[in-house]
């Protein structure tokens, strides 16, 4: 799924979202820039050898994001978001001596989120959610050609998974606020190293995100 594609589908759910009687609730759009933490503790095997494990890290990486938010009450909202973020995956030996591996992986977080707020009608509005994401994952070509590890791409399949949240809007005007968030989500994602003539080595990645976001609110 293009980014594109992705935005769109974020956009008619929203829509979908809101109530008939929209006009007696408000909406929040947030656009903001995301830092994210794949962190986890993982191995991916490039042999036939299930000995030949190598150890996954990923970094820390920037990003770029919506989110809609439909406020059901003056505590209770539902948050739509997506972004995009481009984290190195890093594949080191099983000695950990050296990286033999290195490409971005393009995910793209979907979330959606139920919130209570704590503070409704003030300034500083804080709140707490729970909710589900799906995390979409770019196929890694191996571009640098490394005979040591000899396979053609590794192939990631899209994950469902909890998300925990928490966050705080300040109001400037009643219209515009300072938008901060954050959103844990702890995954495994499957992920395939497919080799020339098409044998296949797989196994789950752990990826639990941190995602930090901080940008613009308007609220309607």
């Known amino acids: 799924m293009t980014l594109r594609n992705t935005l769109l589908l974020l956009a008619c759910v929203s829509l979908l979202a809101v109530p008939a009687s929209a006009q007696e609730r408000y909406i929040d759009f947030n656009v903001f820039a995301a830092w994210a933490n794949p962190s986890g503790d993982s ?13 996954v890290e990923f970094d820390a990486a920037q990003g770029w994001g919506v989110s809609v938010n439909i406020f059901w009450s003056d505590r209770i909202s539902t948050e739509f978001a997506g972004s995009v973020i481009d984290p190195e995956l890093r594949v080191r030996d099983i000695g950990r001596t050296r990286v033999v591996f290195a490409e971005p992986l393009e995910m793209i977080p979907i979330t ?19 909710g589900a994401g799906y995390v979409i994952f770019q196929d890694i070509e191996d571009r640098n050609d490394l005979d040591e590890i000899d ?11 909890l998300v925990l949240n928490a966050g705080v809007r300040i109001g400037f005007t009643r219209n515009l606020g ?43």
């Open 112 to 130: 959606a989120t139920l919130q209570f707020h704590l503070l409704p009608g003030s300034r500083f509005d804080p709140y707490v959610g729970v």
């Open 43 to 55: 191995a991916i095997q490039f042999s036939g050898d299930v000995n030949d494990l190598n150890d």
């Open 151 to 161: 396979f053609d791409r590794i192939d990631f399949e899209d994950d469902v998974g």
């Open 178 to 220: 300072l938008y901060l968030d954050a959103k844990y989500m702890p995954l495994e994602a499957a992920a395939t190293a497919v080799f020339p003539g098409g044998e296949n080595a797989g196994q789950e990645i752990e990826i639990n995100p941190l995602i930090l976001a901080a940008g613009l609110s308007f609220s309607f």
